[in-house]
């Protein structure tokens, strides 16, 4: 009775959400001020964008009602905390909060009081952030696309066809969709301890909404301790800039976990990634004629779960034109037929990687030679003490790494 019960909720909060987002979005603009009220759940609703300063307070939570953009030039401040929850919808109803270039997103939240976005589905309350308790006491892990996502979108430079271009997950009607320039110290606010869950809504054929999608971010933003849980498609994903991003967990992607696009030139330090349904790593070479070289260091990868029954579709996927290198990370779980897929790619560089199987067995997961850099090794990377605060920490994921 009890799953029953809980059940029956959330599909409440699906259906109610979805009737919402149908009356609103299609009104929406630029210029439309802020649209911010109560809703029968007690949450605020926020259904327009945001054209002015605007500071979401400790013990509230706010409700997407849309796709809602911070616009350029405006700040939008999200103190510790602070629950955000998306509403139900797809294609152009799809919601999703984004910060557009010139726009900046303050969301600090703490250890004790993190940040969470996630569904309306989501029972999850201020109460139990006082409390501790960051898991979501009605959502499984492994459920995605109830909502949209996070997109933060900068001036920083990228390596496409065009220096700007229009981010995956927005229609090229919305010019707040729009990213890249030559700004590579472009500073899109400072994001911490944050949460992301459930989201990867479809907008399309094939086309989904990443936990958190970073468009040529600078180097001036601050992105350091992210959670990303059950989304359906990617966990993180860059499209170029220069942002560096450090403590991150990306737990049960419906896609690739970590996916680098457009020349990222930054470095993710410090991560666990657990049982993505696509790649461990999705490393793209550019799309253009800019190079730029990305570092992803100091790692834990999870490749599959037998408990779960959770399977990667393999370990590190680059292309031939693919810059990055791969610094002490080691990669555990891993199930036959899964494999780096290319070691020959001229600027892809394995250092200290270990794969915890036997020294006799490696060449059966790389594809090509092993390299020098490539090696049997049982012991976790990532410094999991700073992941206490994470739903993954809480359920136990973590332990062992």
């Not at 002015?52 to 939570?61: A, F, I, M, R, S």
């Not at 320039?181 to 086309?207: F, M, W």
């Not at 790593?281 to 190079?291: I, S």
């Not at 780096?340 to 036997?358: C, E, G, H, Q």
Request: glycine share 12%.
């Amino acid at each position: 009775m009890k799953n029953f019960r809980l059940t029956k909720n959330a599909f409440a909060a699906v259906f109610f959400a979805t009737a919402l987002t149908v009356s609103f979005t299609s009104c929406k603009d630029d210029d439309d001020p802020i649209v911010i009220a109560p809703v029968d759940n007690g949450n605020v609703l926020v259904s327009s964008n945001i054209t002015t300063n605007t500071t979401w307070e400790t013990g509230k939570v706010y409700q997407l009602g849309g796709r809602i953009s911070v616009v350029n030039g405006v700040t939008l401040t999200i103190q510790k905390g602070v629950i955000v929850k998306g509403e139900a919808g797809t294609g152009a109803n799809a919601t999703a909060l984004l910060i557009a270039r010139g726009a900046k997103l303050m969301a600090e939240g703490t250890a004790t009081e993190p940040i969470i976005f996630t569904s309306v589905a989501d029972e999850i309350a201020p109460a139990d952030i006082v409390a501790g308790n960051f898991a979501s006491p009605n959502l499984d892990p492994t459920q995605n696309g109830l909502w949209g996502g996070l997109i933060v979108l900068g001036k920083a430079t990228i390596s496409a066809s065009k220096t700007e271009v229009q981010i995956e997950g927005i229609p090229t009607s919305d010019p707040n969709g729009l990213y890249g320039g030559s700004e590579d110290a472009d500073n899109s606010g400072v994001l911490k301890y944050i949460s992301i869950r459930h989201g990867g809504s479809l907008i399309g054929a094939g086309n989904e909404i990443n936990g958190l999608t970073l468009g040529a971010v600078g180097s001036g933003t601050t992105i350091d301790h992210i959670e990303v849980v059950g989304n359906q498609d990617d966990g993180i994903e860059w499209f170029g800039g220069t942002v560096n991003v450090s403590n991150v967990v990306v737990w049960n992607a419906g896609d690739d976990a970590i996916d680098t696009d457009q020349a990222w030139k930054g470095t993710l330090d410090n991560f666990v990634v657990i049982t993505p349904t696509g790649h461990c790593f999705e490393l793209d070479g550019p799309e253009g004629a800019l190079p730029g070289s990305h570092t992803i260091k100091n790692g834990t990868v999870v490749a599959s779960d037998t408990a779960s029954g959770h399977v990667s579709e393999d370990l590190i996927n680059v292309d031939a034109n693919s810059e990055v290198s791969l610094e002490n990370i080691q990669i555990r779980g891993i199930a036959d037929g899964q494999k780096i897929n290319r070691v020959t790619a001229p600027l892809v560089s394995f250092t200290d990687i270990t794969l915890d199987v036997p020294s006799a067995d490696l060449a059966n997961y790389v594809n090509g030679p092993v390299p020098a850099g490539v090696t049997s090794g049982s012991i976790g990377r990532a410094n999991v003490s700073n992941f206490g605060w994470t739903w993954a920490s809480k359920a136990n994921k973590l332990s062992g790494l």
